[in-house]
């Protein structure tokens, strides 16, 4: 298993929203954490707004695209996959983060294909807890940014 400065690997499924994507690609430029995006993307990497949202950072993100799922899958064989939905029925406080992990996060409008929840599982897929139940969900990229400093508080300590 090749490991990774931070120690894990960020994926993200189709995303829809370019700054998302640029705000995502500097939160991996500040952990050291590779991003992987799946295709389709709607809009092109080189975007003014997603340059804009990264600002000076996007040169420093290790970038990989990947054609479909079952490419990055295979890029990334080996490693356990998290999953994170607003359907998952585990908090990420409850996961146990190691070395090596792929942190998985599906589009905005979208999540990920029902049978990636199933690949997946519910043992792996997690929430992050919303204290207002009027609150639908959180943006992508504060989603992605939280997930990735519990995982990287575990390893840390």
Known sequence: MTQTPSGFDL???SPRIPQNV?????LCAATNTP???VRPIPFQLDDRTLRRSAMDYWEHVSIAVHDDYAACRAALAGRRHWLFS?????THWEADFR???ILLFGSE????????HAEIGAEHT???PLLNPAARSLNLSMTAGIGLYEALRQIRG
């Open 86 to 90: 607003t359907r998952g029925q585990r």
């Open 11 to 13: 994926v993200l499924y």
């Open 99 to 101: 070395r090596g992990d």
């Open 109 to 116: 409008p979208a999540g990920v294909p029902e049978e990636l």
């Open 35 to 37: 991003l992987h995006i």
């Open 22 to 26: 640029g705000g995502i690609g500097r």
């Open 126 to 128: 997690l929430r992050v």
